[in-house]
């Protein structure tokens, strides 16, 4: 099932952009080329870098946080945190630059989430702020479908001890499928790929 989840968050997130970076981390994924999406995440931050060009940090963002999935669910939680901490500075130079932005938000609770896998010992406190960061992503845009589909995987992952059902999880996530669908350029492009 994660890896089901992965590659539709995969699909729809890298499909939107239509970018050369994130066109050829979806190459590396379903080549299962690992190593090149690190290479093609790498080329991205250092044009970022470069250029300091505000419209690089989301992908960028994004893709480290597709990254730091997969190393998680390889073990590699070392390599996954480094990354994390990195990841985390991009999203919050997002909200600097724009506190109301709802996709940011939603990387926030994710980014969190990735933390309960890290550290879970520190599960409530993470946990509780990963929800509250996905709350404050719905609020902000309810129509967008990365925020629900955030919610889906919080609901998913989170035991079921601590309120989390992977039943409830169902209904977000094909929420969050219709508003992809539904989202102009989305659908035409998703197809294409």
Known sequence: ??????????????????????????????????????????????????TGD?????PLAEAEYGYIAYCISEDRKREARQLLE??????????KADRYNPKAYGLRGAFYGFRVGLEPLKAPIYGRKSVEANEKAIELGPQEPQVWLEKANIEFYKPAIFGGSKKRAVPLYEKAVRL??????????????
């Open 54 to 58: 505000r419209a690089m940090l989301y």
């Open 86 to 95: 990195k990841a985390e500075k991009h999203v919050e130079m997002l909200l």
């Open 1 to 50: 099932m994660k890896r089901m989840l992965f590659i539709l968050l995969l699909m729809f997130s890298l499909a939107v952009s239509g970018q050369e970076y994130t066109s050829r981390i979806y190459q590396a994924y379903v080549t299962s080329r690992m190593d090149r999406w690190k290479a093609v995440m790498d080329e991205m931050e250092r044009a970022y870098n470069s």
């Open 180 to 193: 992809f669908e539904a989202s102009p350029g989305r659908k035409k492009t998703a197809g294409s790929i």
